[in-house]
T-cell receptor
């Protein structure tokens, strides 16, 4: 079956530091890959996505590249802000009715 | 305009009670979902409905009964609530026919069973 593995958190960074959150996946088909963000007390928001190998998703300074050869979709940001503090979820969607399989989430804490 | 809305936002109830959570989407999507997020933030699919038909039921106890009166609504009724049902329940929707696979989530309903 499908699965997503994320690095465990919390990840604690100072403002303007470089961020990487690792994500690897196992899937039987050719999934679409997503990063969702959950701010405290809120629902999930789609941050970025990639639908095929070598696609790069980007949004709000965050980027992730779909690497089929390493089955990875690592999230990066060059300079984090305090407002980026949230829980980040890597997810995949296989064909069919596009049910999302989530990783366990990585909490990011950014201090001023 | 809220794209995916849920009511109530908070629900506190006692063991053994029956409760419902409502979800509505105004995106015109053809598929809706219920997810459960546990205390460790882990998210797991519960149900999926496509055009009002149940498509996915992921080993959820039959005390949970989803109902979709139309494509824009997906409600979740829970009978005989147990302590382990305490969680945040998220509704989501997507347009599967477009093959974009993006899902849009509601704000969640925090259920506390005492």
């Amino acid at each position: 079956g499908n699965s997503v593995t994320q690095m465990e958190g919390p990840v604690t960074l100072s403002e303007e530091a470089f961020l990487t959150i690792n994500c690897t996946y196992t899937a039987t088909g050719y999934p679409s890959l997503f990063w969702y963000v959950q701010y405290p007390g809120e629902g999930l928001q789609l941050l970025l996505k990639a639908t095929k190998a070598d696609d790069k998703g980007s949004n709000k300074g965050f980027e992730a590249t779909y690497r089929k050869e390493t089955t990875s979709f690592h999230l990066e940001k060059g300079s984090v802000q305090v407002s980026d503090s949230a829980v980040y979820f890597c997810a995949l969607s296989d064909t069919g009715y596009s049910t999302l399989t989530f990783g366990k989430g990585t909490m990011l804490l950014v201090s001023p | 305009d809220t794209a995916v809305s849920q009511t109530p936002k908070y629900l506190v109830t006692q063991m053994g009670n029956d409760k419902s959570i409502k979800c509505e989407q105004n995106l015109g999507h053809d598929t809706m979902y219920w997810y459960k997020q546990d205390s460790k933030k882990f998210l797991k699919i519960m149900f999926s409905y496509n055009n009002k038909e149940l498509i996915i039921n992921e080993t959820v106890p039959n005390r949970f009964s989803p109902k979709s009166p139309d494509k824009a609504h997906l409600n979740l009724h829970i009978n005989s609530l147990e302590l382990g049902d305490s969680a945040v329940y998220f509704c989501a929707s997507s347009q599967v026919a477009d093959r974009t696979y993006e899902q849009y989530f509601g704000p969640g309903t925090r259920l506390t069973v005492t």
